[in-house]
């Protein structure tokens, strides 16, 4: 087996993690949130829809910034999650879309093609075999987390605020904006 083709599986892994973490995620319990402490930063709003959300983004942003000469730039999933608004449903088509256009970024790539230097989404260069370490090892991880939440959170009928406007002062300045 090719080292690409590892790299492919690996990534399919991570992502059944993901998606076995959000079995039987409601709306309720998708907007319900942990507090982080003040200070802190997440990348998400603590909330199981935010880590779904924040996942769909980075897939979408490392796939078109490394693999397909910025296609699609922070200000077109920031328009994106604004029309999603805090829908489960469109959050989670989302997220198996983003995914869809993560893996088909890097369809064409060859083993050869692991040391070439793509652009993360900050600007600077990284060898492909990087980027798509560190998007696999971002599915586990969040996997954790969502696990996490869906056994200990209790469902809330109040939608979580997304703090776009927040989130997009992280970004907004970047050269993928």
Same mark, same amino acid.
């Given at each position: 087996m090719q080292t690409v083709q590892v790299l492919r *599986?690996?990534?399919?892994?991570? #992502? *059944?993690?993901? @998606?076995?973490? /959000?079995?039987g995620v409601d709306e309720p319990k998708a907007w319900a949130r942990v507090e982080p402490q003040p200070g802190t930063y997440l990348h @998400?709003?603590?909330? =199981?829809?935010? =880590?779904?959300?924040? /996942?769909?983004?980075?897939?979408? =942003?490392?796939?078109?910034?490394?693999f397909r000469s910025l296609e699609i730039r922070f200000r077109d999933t920031h328009a994106r999650l604004e029309g999603i608004g805090t829908s489960w449903q469109a959050s989670l088509d989302y997220l198996h879309e983003a995914h869809r256009y993560w893996m088909a970024s890097w369809q064409?790539?060859?083993d050869?093609?692991? =040391?070439? *230097?793509?652009?993360? #989404?900050?600007? &600077?260069?990284w060898p492909a075999w990087k980027i798509l370490a560190v998007v696999t090892q971002h599915d586990a991880y969040h996997a954790g987390q969502l696990a996490l939440l869906g056994s200990a959170l209790a469902p809330t009928n109040q939608p979580p605020d /997304?703090? /776009?406007?927040?989130? &997009? &002062?992280?970004?907004?300045?970047?050269? @993928?904006?």
């Open positions: *599986e690996e990534a399919a892994l991570a #992502f *059944e993690q993901v @998606t076995e973490a /959000l079995e @998400t709003n603590g909330s =199981i829809l935010g =880590i779904v959300q924040h /996942l769909a983004v980075c897939k979408v =942003i490392y796939g078109s910034a490394a064409e790539l060859e050869g093609d692991l =040391i070439r *230097e793509c652009m993360h #989404f900050s600007g &600077k260069m /997304l703090d /776009l406007e927040g989130e &997009k &002062k992280y970004v907004i300045d970047l050269p @993928t904006w």
